[in-house]
């Protein structure tokens, strides 16, 4: 796995309200350094009065959103294009620098390129199901290490993977999961059950988020946890889930790099996980069923 380290500069406005002095005076701003001159083209300054048009968003849009700000991906060209026509625009507003005499600050990011394995296998009751990479499941990881495996590591069917005090459901109640992979449901209860009187109805709440669901299972003492990705509840198909976690991707940098997220961030067809339940002998898995331990190594090799 290839993981290299960012610092991404983030711009930020601080619109001081009508107490802020001339802005084309000499003051100095906190940090004690002289205050970015206003730009002395006033005329093409909008006004509080001008408000914020369609015109006026159209002509910023239609700039960033050129074939020559390349995307405007971080730690690229078109990144720098990017963050410097919104300081010009800045200047042009008026508007002030933050701490430091600067409108960026910087948020650290790690890019982690992983290679998972071709096939996963599971194995259990004298059986085994060998699952393909991209056609079947996707595998990445958030941990900042040179290879993550995951062995023997008994899968456990919990339901949509949500602890919610407030809507009175937890599916991880008398579970223990610490160690294995946990399998779930895409969304939430409500949203892509039956049943509309759970959680918001057809609104999907923060619970039906995958980082939730992640972030959940890892609170749980989880290895890794799978998500089954069902077209119809997600409204989007598997090419996406493909396309978005087929490559190299930017986190933010943890103080830990990682190590207290689930070694394993997954996705798993309909039609593979029901190959799983139908090899473990399950026809409707209720919450907390085992399906069976996962062998061999999944995961992310070393990149070369």
Not at 66 to 78: A, L, M, Y
Request: glycine share 10%; charged share 20%.
């Amino acid at each position: 796995m290839l993981f290299r380290l960012f610092s991404l500069p983030v711009a930020t406005a601080l619109l001081l309200a009508s107490c802020q002095g001339n802005p084309n005076s000499s003051e100095t701003t906190a940090t004690g350094q002289p205050a970015e001159a206003a730009p002395t083209d006033t005329a093409s300054v909008p006004t509080p009065s001008d408000g914020i048009t369609p015109a006026l968003l159209a002509r910023h849009i239609k700039v960033l959103a050129s074939d020559e700000f390349e995307g405007r991906r971080p730690f690229t060209k078109g990144e720098d294009k990017a963050t410097a026509y919104l300081a010009a625009e800045f200047k042009k507003l008026g508007l002030k620098p933050g701490p430091g005499g600067s409108y960026f600050q910087p948020v650290p990011l790690v890019e982690i390129a992983g290679t998972p394995d071709s096939t996963a296998t599971i194995a259990g009751q004298g059986k085994s199901l060998t699952l393909k990479y991209r056609a079947d499941y996707m595998f990445l990881t958030e941990r900042e290490q040179p290879t993550v495996e995951i062995k023997n590591s008994p899968l456990v069917f919990a339901g949509y993977g949500v602890t919610a005090p407030e809507y009175k459901w937890d599916d991880y109640a008398g579970l223990d999961v610490k160690g294995k992979t946990v399998v779930v449901l895409i969304n939430d209860p409500g949203n892509a059950g039956n049943d509309t009187t759970l959680f918001k109805g057809r609104e999907m709440t923060y619970y039906g988020r995958w980082g939730y669901k992640y972030e959940e299972a890892a609170r749980h003492g989880a290895t890794g946890l799978v998500i089954i990705h069902d077209t119809k509840p997600a409204a989007y198909p598997w090419t996406v889930v493909q396309s978005s976690n087929g490559g190299a991707k930017l986190h933010p940098t943890t103080p830990d790099h990682g190590a207290s997220k689930v070694a394993l961030e997954g996705w798993m067809t309909l039609d593979a996980a029901k190959k799983l339940f139908a090899a473990s002998r399950v026809i409707k898995p209720s919450r907390a069923t085992l399906l069976a331990p996962w062998s061999g190594v999944v995961g992310c090799s070393l990149a070369p």
